[in-house]
């Protein structure tokens, strides 16, 4: 089964496993709008996948298509090898977790949690685990509607740990959370992924969270899939880039230029800004040295999430995205 996507239609690997969630050719539209355009989509068994866009870009969309919660025009979609009509019978082995958290607003926290555990076929933690593990047992017998947004998805989260899913989709998981309750739900997720091995597919704006958990990733942009892949994968694709402060900018174009794998991408009167291709920047240090120009300092930046997805979504038109065969 084809795993890795990228815009310019790189084949990646074939990946030969069983998948959580496999979407093929999804498309949706409304009236005459296209919301989705063959959108391919794949969570591997054990993997942190991490969904990212642009608002307007279909996320949510796409995770209602894939829960039933929203009818599309064509294309396949398998959760745990059932269609959207038939998730109900997967009976707790899917969890899904929406922006708005859906409690009761006069139930208790505690009330709540007993209720979801009636409808977990194989419970392994007792309510006020759950609350421990979330840090909410002193809001036990709050009603849901007295809750801070972040306590209620504290609370949301708390009832997918009642059972054993073996895959959760959690829109905007840290919304309304402050750094010591993001921190508790990153541990949270790696610890469900690392000792129970849960594939989770996470929806969400904050890049830098994701890309502290996330083993996979995908960028959607205009109703497609246009990157897909393992993260590592992707930031080694990505060209690093270097600043180089000296003495002289005009004459260390003149000289880097010539160096193969090497583009100016910038420069100004005392930096430089270099796109390195698997170039040392020792040795752009080196050549400018022997050419008796005076290197004030060299930074390189490190390809990040957030510089990867702003480089995908300012491309325009959108290309192709060509799942490889």
Same mark, same amino acid.
């Given at each position: 089964?084809?795993?890795?996507?990228?815009?310019?239609?790189?084949?990646?690997?074939?990946?030969?496993?069983?998948?959580?969630?496999?979407?093929?050719?999804?498309?949706?539209?409304?009236?005459? @709008?296209?919301? =989705?355009? $063959?959108?391919?989509?794949?969570?591997? !068994? +054990?993997? &942190?996948?991490?969904?990212?866009? %642009?608002?307007?870009?279909?996320?949510?969309?796409?995770?209602?298509?894939?829960?039933?919660?929203?009818?599309?025009?064509?294309?396949?979609?398998?959760?745990?090898?059932?269609?959207?009509?038939?998730?109900?019978?997967?009976?707790?082995?899917?969890?899904?977790?929406?922006?708005s958290p859906s409690l009761h607003p006069q139930l208790t926290v505690r009330q709540a949690l007993e209720h979801a555990s009636l409808l977990c076929e194989e419970r392994v933690r007792t309510p006020s685990q759950v609350e421990a593990l979330l840090g909410i047992s002193r809001?036990?017998?709050?009603?849901?509607?007295?809750?801070?947004?972040?306590?209620?998805?504290?609370?949301?989260?708390?009832?997918?740990?009642?059972?054993?899913?073996? @895959?959760?989709? =959690?829109? $905007?998981?840290?919304?309304?959370?402050? !750094? +010591?309750? &993001?921190?508790?739900?990153?541990? %949270?997720?790696?610890?469900?992924?690392?000792?129970?091995?849960?594939?989770?597919?996470?929806?969400?704006?904050?890049?830098?969270?994701?890309?502290?958990?996330?083993?996979?990733?995908?960028?959607?942009?205009?109703?497609?899939?246009?990157?897909?892949?393992?993260?590592?994968?992707?930031?080694?694709?990505?060209?690093?880039?270097?600043?180089?402060?000296?003495?002289?900018?005009?004459?260390?174009?003149?000289?880097?230029?010539?160096?193969?794998?090497?583009?100016?991408?910038?420069?100004?009167?005392?930096?430089?800004?270099?796109?390195?291709?698997?170039?040392?920047?020792?040795?752009?240090?080196?050549?400018?040295?022997?050419?008796?120009?005076?290197?004030?300092?060299?930074?390189?930046?490190?390809?990040?999430?957030?510089?990867?997805?702003?480089?995908?979504?300012?491309?325009?038109?959108?290309?192709?995205?060509?799942?490889?065969?």
């Open positions: 089964m084809p795993q890795g996507v990228r815009a310019n239609g790189v084949k990646i690997r074939e990946v030969k496993v069983n998948a959580p969630l496999v979407v093929r050719e999804l498309n949706k539209t409304y009236g005459q @709008f296209e919301v =989705l355009r $063959e959108l391919n989509l794949e969570v591997l !068994a +054990g993997a &942190v996948h991490g969904l990212v866009g %642009l608002n307007g870009s279909g996320k949510t969309t796409t995770l209602e298509c894939l829960l039933g919660m929203q009818s599309f025009n064509s294309g396949e979609v398998r959760v745990l090898g059932l269609s959207p009509a038939d998730l109900h019978q997967s009976r707790g082995r899917i969890v899904s977790i929406f922006d809001y036990s017998n709050f009603r849901i509607r007295h809750l801070s947004l972040g306590n209620r998805r504290r609370a949301s989260i708390a009832q997918a740990l009642l059972g054993r899913p073996e @895959f959760v989709i =959690l829109d $905007e998981p840290f919304n309304g959370l402050d !750094a +010591g309750g &993001v921190e508790d739900v990153l541990a %949270l997720i790696s610890q469900l992924n690392r000792e129970e091995g849960t594939a989770f597919l996470l929806s969400s704006h904050q890049l830098p969270y994701l890309e502290k958990i996330c083993t996979h990733l995908s960028i959607l942009h205009k109703g497609r899939i246009v990157v897909s892949d393992h993260v590592s994968n992707l930031f080694d694709a990505q060209h690093s880039r270097l600043l180089v402060s000296c003495d002289d900018v005009t004459r260390a174009c003149t000289i880097v230029q010539d160096i193969p794998g090497v583009t100016i991408e910038d420069n100004s009167a005392d930096l430089l800004t270099l796109q390195l291709d698997n170039v040392s920047p020792a040795l752009i240090n080196q050549k400018l040295v022997q050419n008796n120009i005076l290197v004030h300092e060299l930074v390189r930046e490190r390809a990040s999430l957030t510089s990867l997805f702003h480089d995908i979504t300012s491309r325009d038109p959108v290309q192709s995205a060509e799942v490889a065969a």
